[in-house]
């Protein structure tokens, strides 16, 4: 672990996954049938850039119709919350949270996120839109942290989580059910967590999201590929694949992959690995949640729903949960 103090005050902890483990996951993932990666991998700078300009696409409404709830309901939501200090899982550029640190006043805030300096500019940029606010950032894979970092501006305090963007929906349902009940190890003893889940709606809309015409989507999933050759000494041809969203209802998932335009071999993370033509590499997963199914599956992992935001058309909500006694 190492810990860097950044300019305007915000002190960054570094607890990237190392080399090694990065290669041991590339192996795990691409001996799966069908092969697939965990979802962070798509984060490195270039990603965090490419997804930044997804959330600014007009399919891609979430982002707006998130943002936009924040800010309109961030006094009513900060009062059922009550005191603390906001922990922010996969908190990316870390400005929808500005409406909830001005409704809250917190102490301090804490993002953590996978993507290094993604993360500095990120905190650095919300330290300067809050001087007087102590700003700490994790970098890590927040799905293997099994405690928070002993710091001063966490000591004492209460931890609010947020878990906005519907990240969540990265992770396959007993996946998700594991990581909220590790967010409610991490929260305990009296946290409670301010989570965003997208909803299933038109089909056309849902893919539309996932592959906007401007072609960022596509972009996005390709620098995987760019990502691994540097990182990981690979060899893909990213032009040797296509990408492809699609709505899978018996799942209630959209699967974003790509797609092998023919048979070839690649070398990645110290192997060679075959395609076969039309073999998909699965990039990530969006599993949508209608309000009742997700605060189903929120119980099995020890929370209860005390709260709920929802936009006028009903496509997204924020649900407050507090652990189940
Ligand atoms: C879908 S984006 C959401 C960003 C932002 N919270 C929002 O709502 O717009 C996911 C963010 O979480 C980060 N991320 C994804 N998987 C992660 C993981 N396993 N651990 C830590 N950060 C992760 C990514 O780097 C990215 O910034």
Same mark, same amino acid.
């Given at each position: 672990?190492?810990?860097?103090?950044?300019?305007?005050?915000?002190?960054?902890?570094?607890?990237?996954?190392?080399?090694?483990?990065?290669?041991?996951?590339?192996?795990?993932?691409?001996?799966?049938?069908?092969?697939?990666?965990?979802?962070?991998?798509?984060?490195?700078?270039?990603?965090?850039?490419?997804?930044?300009?997804?959330?600014?696409?007009?399919?891609?409404?979430?982002?707006?119709?998130?943002?936009?709830?924040?800010?309109?309901?961030?006094?009513?939501?900060?009062?059922?919350?009550?005191?603390?200090?906001?922990?922010?899982?996969?908190?990316?550029?870390?400005?929808?949270?500005?409406?909830?640190?001005?409704?809250?006043?917190?102490?301090?805030?804490?993002?953590?996120?996978?993507?290094?300096?993604?993360?500095?500019?990120?905190? %650095?940029?919300?330290?300067?839109?809050?001087?007087?606010?102590?700003?700490?950032?994790?970098?890590?894979?927040?799905?293997?942290?099994?405690?928070?970092?002993?710091?001063?501006?966490?000591?004492?305090?209460?931890?609010?989580?947020?878990?906005?963007?519907?990240?969540?929906?990265?992770?396959?349902?007993?996946?998700?059910?594991?990581?909220?009940?590790?967010?409610?190890?991490?929260?305990?003893?009296?946290?409670?967590?301010?989570?965003?889940?997208?909803?299933?709606?038109? @089909?056309?809309?849902?893919?539309?999201?996932?592959?906007?015409?401007?072609?960022?989507?596509?972009?996005?999933?390709?620098?995987?590929? @760019?990502?691994?050759?540097?990182?990981?000494?690979?060899?893909?041809?990213?032009?040797?694949?296509?990408?492809?969203?699609?709505?899978?209802?018996?799942?209630?998932?959209? %699967?974003?992959?790509?797609?092998?335009?023919?048979?070839?071999?690649?070398? @990645?993370?110290?192997?060679?690995?075959?395609?076969?033509?039309?073999?998909?590499?699965?990039?990530?997963?969006?599993?949508?949640?209608?309000?009742?199914?997700?605060?189903?599956?929120?119980?099995?992992?020890?929370?209860?729903?005390?709260?709920?935001?929802?936009?006028?058309?009903?496509?997204?909500?924020?649900?407050?949960?507090?652990?189940?006694?």
């Amino acid at each position: 672990m190492s810990t860097r103090f950044l300019e305007r005050r915000a002190t960054l902890v570094d607890l990237h996954p190392v080399a090694a483990d990065m290669q041991r996951l590339v192996v795990e993932g691409l001996s799966r049938v069908p092969k697939q990666l965990p979802a962070w991998f798509l984060y490195d700078a270039e990603g965090s850039r490419l997804f930044e300009a997804i959330c600014r696409q007009p399919e891609y409404r979430l982002t707006a119709i998130e943002t936009a709830l924040l800010r309109q309901e961030a006094a009513a939501i900060a009062a059922a919350m009550g005191p603390g200090v906001p922990i922010e899982f996969g908190a990316g550029s870390a400005r929808k949270v500005s409406p909830l640190l001005e409704a809250l006043a917190p102490p301090a805030y804490v993002a953590l996120d996978i993507s290094a300096s993604h993360l500095a500019e990120a905190c %650095e940029a919300l330290q300067s839109r809050h001087p007087a606010l102590g700003v700490l950032g994790i970098c890590c894979d927040y799905s293997q942290l099994q405690t928070l970092p002993a710091h001063p501006l966490l000591e004492g305090q209460r931890r609010l989580g947020f878990y906005p963007g519907s990240s969540l929906g990265n992770f396959d349902p007993p996946q998700a059910r594991a990581l909220l009940s590790q967010f409610a190890r991490l929260l305990a003893p009296n946290g409670c967590l301010l989570i965003g889940i997208d909803q299933p709606r038109q @089909v056309a809309s849902l893919e539309a999201a996932y592959n906007d015409r401007a072609g960022f989507s596509a972009a996005f999933a390709s620098n995987l590929l @760019v990502r691994l050759n540097r990182d990981l000494n690979g060899s893909f041809d990213p032009g040797a694949f296509s990408y492809r969203a699609r709505w899978q209802e018996p799942q209630g998932r959209i %699967e974003m992959a790509l797609v092998s335009q023919g048979r070839q071999r690649v070398a @990645v993370a110290g192997q060679d690995w075959s395609f076969a033509a039309g073999e998909a590499l699965i990039t990530e997963y969006s599993y949508k949640y209608a309000p009742e199914a997700f605060t189903t599956l929120a119980a099995e992992a020890g929370w209860r729903a005390v709260g709920r935001w929802s936009d006028p058309d009903a496509h997204f909500s924020l649900h407050l949960l507090e652990p189940r006694p």
